[in-house]
């Protein structure tokens, strides 16, 4: 009776001991999917005595211990390789992209400091006036003072776009990009029209637009040269404020607008009507339209006085000479229908100061 007792307690193992199928079920798992990296041992401390002591551990078989026991549990399916490699990935991207930050931002600070060493004297910007300073110990603040004086008066010329402005005063040309800021002396400048393009922007428009390119050369050997581009409406008012020479390549022509026609046939009529006499002790003031020449135009009303056909709807104006000849004929021509040039002549318009109207025969050259 003990033996047999003896015998069924070797055969039943106890609870710490692994029964025989596992072990050989590990090791079977082990010989198969577990062949890179793998160690197979059973914990010794519950183990008996003499019985293989193995477990599994490595990648494939955490993986497939995950799948078995979600597929058992229900749960979710195991990450792939794919997915943890473009885990690493994302993740080494983003510690390189946060590393580069870092060292622009390191770049930038060093770059700002060396532009701030002697009083800014290193900016681009400082550099650029500091070509047009005079000898020592003047600097460049005495040119950006110059500038600054005369950018304020309202008599500049200043066109473009904002990332590409042309700003023309008395003695500077200036052209402000995003980026760089370009300055020439009009006593050291030339301006040359290197080319002429013509746009059609809009259908409705009578006529298509023509953008003019120039070229600024300077012979100061410390500024370089750059370009502008303008329309060519405003390439008279460009050199009415210029003062150095302006030159035209060649192979360029400039087409004349409908209005700077205009402009001449209206100058060449407004001669023939009658003259106009200042008052004694009366001088003639700048046109308050340019304000740069004196105003040599006065409405006087004529076209109804004998020797023309009957009446008109033309009204008497009571204002002194206010206008230059230039900005009245633009103004006529502005309230005139754009899409019918051919009846300018003939139409009428409001006094640009107290709303009179008057056609050009009402318009006496100021003698």
């Not at 008109?312 to 633009?330: A, I, N, V």
């Amino acid at each position: 009776m003990p033996s047999a007792l003896k015998r069924k307690r070797r055969r039943r193992p106890g609870r710490g001991a692994a029964a025989p199928w596992r072990v050989r079920s590990c090791r079977s798992r082990c010989s198969t999917s577990c062949s890179r990296s793998v160690s197979c041992s059973l914990p010794t401390s519950s183990a008996r005595p003499g019985s293989p002591s193995r477990t599994c551990s490595g990648p494939g078989w955490a993986a497939r211990t995950w799948a078995s026991s979600s597929t058992t549990s229900g749960g979710p399916a195991p990450p792939s390789w794919s997915t943890l490699l473009c885990r690493w990935v994302s993740d080494s991207w983003r510690a390189l992209l946060l590393l580069l930050s870092l060292c622009l931002q390191l770049v930038s600070w060093m770059l700002v400091m060396y532009w701030s060493r002697c009083h800014w004297s290193n900016h681009p910007i400082s550099r650029a006036l500091q070509a047009h300073a005079p000898p020592p110990p003047s600097s460049w603040g005495a040119v950006a003072s110059s500038i600054n004086t005369e950018f304020r008066r309202i008599d500049k010329f200043a066109t473009g776009a904002p990332g590409a402005r042309v700003i023309v005063t008395d003695s500077w040309v200036l052209k402000v990009s995003t980026y760089h800021v370009h300055v020439a002396s009009q006593t050291d400048c030339h301006v040359t029209v290197t080319e002429s393009r013509r746009h059609q922007l809009s259908p409705d428009s009578p006529s298509p637009t023509e953008i003019l390119t120039l070229r600024v050369d300077s012979i100061n050997p410390g500024v370089r040269p750059f370009t502008i581009r303008l329309n060519s409406t405003e390439y008279s008012d460009l050199r009415e404020k210029l003062r150095c020479p302006i030159r035209t390549s060649s192979n360029v022509s400039i087409h004349r607008t409908v209005s700077e026609l205009f402009l001449d046939t209206f100058r060449t009529q407004v001669e023939l009507n009658p003259s106009y006499s200042l008052p004694r002790g009366q001088e003639a003031e700048l046109c308050i339209g340019c304000m740069q020449v004196a105003a040599d135009t006065k409405l006087v009303h004529l076209c109804s006085t004998p020797g023309t056909d009957g009446d008109s709807e033309c009204q008497p104006c009571f204002c002194r000479p206010m206008w230059c000849m230039s900005c009245l004929g633009r103004w006529f021509s502005s309230r005139q229908d754009q899409q019918r040039p051919e009846t300018w002549l003939s139409s009428r318009a409001p006094c640009p100061t107290c709303r009179a109207t008057f056609c050009i025969l009402d318009i006496c050259v100021v003698r």
